[in-house]
């Protein structure tokens, strides 16, 4: 019902940056939160950026905080993650996702099951 495509990533420098962008199709995911994951070689899927529906609510992964920035254009039908002062430990296979699950969109975690769609990655290399 809803497809997600993720582009933008690529390979940068320690402190450099990158913005990511999902481009969203579908009947009506215009009611759904969108989120950014990332899974890190050897590492488990975390949560990294959520936007609610009207974009007034925001959530970003503690490591995260300062650095990166979710935003959404209802408009072009496109989420993005901008990614500044990029470490290493960034470096991931970045997801776009979609939830319609209203509860998991408001509490002050990210909740994996309750995303019902995704994209199939882009990835993210910062080197030292």
């Known amino acids: 019902q809803v497809e997600l495509v993720e582009s933008g990533g690529g390979s940068v420098q320690n402190g450099g940056s990158l913005r990511l962008s999902c481009a969203v199709s579908g009947n009506d995911y215009s009611t759904y939160c969108m989120a950014w994951f990332r899974r890190a070689p050897g590492k488990d899927l975390r949560g990294v950026a959520r936007?609610?529906?009207?974009?007034?609510?925001?959530l970003y992964f503690e490591s995260v905080k300062g650095r990166f920035t979710i935003s959404q254009d209802k408009d072009k039908n496109t989420v993005y993650l901008q990614m500044n002062s990029l470490k290493p430990e960034d470096t991931a296979m970045y997801y776009c996702?979609?939830?319609?699950?209203?509860?998991?969109?408001?509490?002050?975690?990210?909740?994996?099951?309750?995303?019902?769609?995704w994209g199939q990655g882009t990835q993210v290399t910062v080197s030292s």
């Open positions: 936007i609610s529906p009207e974009g007034d609510s925001t």
């Open positions: 996702a979609a939830s319609a699950h209203q509860h998991y969109c408001s509490v002050n975690w990210f909740y994996t099951d309750s995303y019902n769609y």
